[in-house]
């Protein structure tokens, strides 16, 4: 199982940028897809972004598409979140997790969350 550790959360204001990182221990990292997930404070975790094994393939959820960037290098066991012009909807505790397939609802394993606060 592949052990996931979240960073670079924090506060920024609207319009900032943010970029999360997640390193995965383990030397199966690259057998899993990854992706990012969110949840505020009240709502469901929702998924944000997608990567496959090999990097070449990325999906996002409509409302960050365009301002988000999901990339891994698996060199280095790590897997990316990019976050610009950050808006407050975008406030939540991030996660990335590993993921079994590219359905992203099959999970592996997960980090333990990194807090995001965008201020108005």
Known sequence: QVRLVESGGGLVQTGGSLRLSCAASGRTFTRYPMGWFRQAPGKEREFVAGINWSGDS???????????????????NTVYLQMNSLEPEDAAVYYCAALHDTTWRTFASWGQGTQDTVSS
């Open 58 to 76: 990325t999906v996002y959820e409509d409302s960050v598409n365009g301002r988000f960037t999901i990339s891994r290098d698996n060199a280095k």
